[in-house]
């Protein structure tokens, strides 16, 4: 019964680390996002970083650098190849941005959204947060938006130019990530709603729902 264990925990192994490479090759080649492997967890669950108190345990970059990101498949496999385990970061900015909420109030806005009818884009869930994918913006162009708003909670979070989200199924400190709203296709490129569509929704779900967190993925 051992060998027969084993051998399923292997193949489980060899499975997920699969799907890691895949969602990083889809991501670069499929959508062109640039990507790069996150620093990722000791087998105890810590941070491969060398912060004995990371508040973001595994999810963030450290070897290579964010700025390193890239779309080139063959540096693709090449990291994968080194650290299978290794969670997906999508760099941020220029082809694809981010804002994320607390759970509980994703899952008040996605409801309120398809009430009225508004399109949402891909949204990706951590066991604490949702993280809704949008338009590349300016940070000047956020700035103007959230200067408009009455108060803007410390809840609700950006992830603009310099920044990067995790992609599922990639696993982190935080717990998986998974897809609440997949992209419709492997091969095109997601449609993204512009942040001025969402913003104000999402201020207010993040005013009703404080988390009290300084961080998280």
Request: glycine fraction near 8%; include cysteine.
């Amino acid at each position: 019964m051992r060998g027969v264990s084993t051998l399923v925990r292997n193949a489980k192994q060899r499975r997920s680390r699969a799907q890691l490479l895949n969602a990083a090759r889809v991501a670069a080649r499929g959508w062109g996002w640039p990507v790069a492997p996150a620093v990722g967890l000791t087998p105890e669950g810590g941070c491969r970083c060398p912060r004995h108190d990371c508040p973001v345990p595994g999810a963030h970059p450290y070897d290579p650098k964010l700025l390193a990101a890239t779309t080139d498949d063959r540096m693709i496999r090449w990291w994968w190849s080194r650290r299978p385990t290794a969670p997906v970061l999508v760099a941020t900015g220029a082809q694809v941005c981010a804002l994320s909420l607390p759970a509980a109030a994703g899952v008040r806005v996605l409801d309120y959204f398809d009430a009225l009818r508004v399109p949402t884009g891909p949204v990706i869930a951590t066991p604490t947060r949702y993280v809704l994918l949008v338009a590349p913006y300016s940070l000047p162009e956020l700035a103007e938006l959230l200067v408009a708003q009455e108060w803007v909670p410390s809840s609700l979070r950006y992830h603009g130019p310099g920044g990067f989200v995790v992609l599922p199924p990639s696993q982190t400190g935080a717990g998986a990530m998974r897809w609440i709203r997949r992209p419709l296709s492997a091969r095109q490129t997601p449609w993204l709603p512009s942040v001025s569509d969402l913003v104000e929704a999402l201020v207010a779900a993040s005013i009703a729902t404080p988390d009290g967190a300084t961080l998280a993925p």
